[in-house]
């Protein structure tokens, strides 16, 4: 009886650190299956990205209204060059945000971004972007960073955005810790583009 009690007690603990081990696990894997989740379906305001172009443009217009902001930590001036634009939904269209270095020494950030309405951003698409890789800004140093994107054509065929008029992309720059040699360097005095 002792013998079946005790393994028994084997059966139960090991069942208990499998299951604590199983939960450890599934808290690490979260972040990046809810990232991956945002991304394939737009929840929150993701955005997508392609790589292709869409075959058609439509006569349906929606203005793109640009949004730039900055963590505190960050000592950059961070705007969009033009407030807003209009544009035919399956257009590819590129805008630009400007970026400055108001510090005495070199600093990098990485921009997150969303899309609201939140509905929308599973047809926002992005081709290319400098929110993809992190930026570096020597002191001083300013820069005109670029966003191509377009509105998918298949927005029209979704009866839940036919309300959708307008459409803000927001981007929040914050410092990253990475070391200058890996990063972009995008920005010195002379790198600046005009737009």
Known sequence: MARNLRYRNRRVALISFLG?????GASYAAVPLYEIFCQVTGYGGTTQVAETLPEKILHRR????????????????????KDRVEVRVGENTLAFYRARNVSGRAVSGTATFN???LKAGQYFNKIECFCFTEQWLEPGGEV??????FVDPAI???PNLDDVKE?????TFFKTEVDPDRTARVGDASASIDG
């Open 144 to 149: 005109d960073m670029p966003v191509s994107f």
């Open 115 to 117: 899309v609201t309405p």
């Open 156 to 158: 029209a065929e979704d």
């Open 62 to 81: 929606i203005t793109i209204r640009f949004n730039a902001d900055t963590d505190r930590a960050l000592p950059w001036k961070f705007t969009a060059v």
């Open 167 to 171: 459409i803000t992309l927001s981007y």
């Open 20 to 24: 604590a081990a199983g939960m450890v």
